[in-house]
């Protein structure tokens, strides 16, 4: 299996989990965690800093001789757009709803406690939420790609489907169409999730998501947790994202 990339590490000695920018463009802080960057869902794979070159932005990758333990979901291949699809199809909006707080529990957290003990916890094929099932059979268990909202969405990984997840600021914006058909001419609303990052002072639109008539009820001043899981869908040099279903996303308030 392909040696997977990794935009966040976990440092044993700090019990945190840092995003790889903390260490990009600064040589002093990145040799002091040099030994110090371990998977962040296992926590036990020891990671090591891959330079940015012409064909790869800078990232982390698992160092050979250091394993993940084996139920980690980074050990699964990743599941194909279809076996996602199937997948959710088969879950209805409570279970989704679950899902994606299982995963926000563990992907949207920085401080870590009793690290020690998540051997453990890797006893059980569905502890990782990363993890999906086909057909429910344990024998063809794969993965889901997961995408920080601090990170960049490249124009390479339009169509490709991930666990998006961060904190940012949500903005819904309506629009006005005509009906065809029938009632053609007759006017409907519909909207868009916009989802925004705050740096320092600044904030940038990440990528928006087709809502149709839902209208996501926000506080668009608030900082929040999000998770959702959609395909990177570019128009106009822009990343959009399509749902995997309509139930697929989940924010809180930070708090």
């Known amino acids: 299996m392909k040696n997977k990339s990794f935009e966040h590490f976990f440092s044993q000695i700090e019990k945190e ?128 790609r997961r995408k920080s909202l601090n990170n960049f969405i490249d124009k390479n990984e339009n169509g490709e489907i991930y666990a998006f997840y961060g904190k940012g600021i949500l903005r819904t914006i309506e629009k006005e169409g005509k009906k065809e058909g029938e009632k053609e001419g007759e006017k409907f609303k519909y909207y868009f999730l916009e989802i925004w990052r705050r740096n320092n002072q600044n904030e ?20 929040y947790n999000i998770v959702f899981i959609g395909e990177v869908i570019f128009k106009n040099d822009y990343p959009n994202i399509k749902l995997i279903n309509k139930d697929a996303l989940l924010f809180q308030i930070e708090e």
Do not use: W
């Not at 932005?57 to 980074?74: M, T």
């Open 17 to 144: 989990i840092f995003d790889i920018e903390k260490i990009i463009d600064n040589e002093n802080i990145r040799n002091k965690y040099n030994n110090d960057m371990f998977c962040p869902e296992c926590f036990k794979a020891k990671l090591t800093f891959v330079e940015k070159t012409s064909f790869r932005k800078a990232h982390l990758r698992r160092i050979p001789s250091s394993e993940h333990y084996p139920k980690c979901s980074y050990n699964f291949e990743y599941a194909t757009k279809k076996m996602i699809q199937s997948y959710f199809n088969s879950l209805d909006k409570n279970q989704i709803r679950d899902k994606l707080h299982s995963i926000m529990r563990m992907l949207c957290k920085s401080k870590i406690e009793n690290f020690s003990t998540n051997k453990e916890k890797y006893s059980d094929i569905d502890v990782s939420p990363m993890l999906i099932k086909e057909n429910r059979n344990v024998t063809h268990t794969k993965s889901l």
């Open 204 to 223: 940038m639109r990440k990528t928006s998501s087709y809502r149709g008539n839902i209208k996501d009820l926000i506080e668009e001043n608030a900082v």
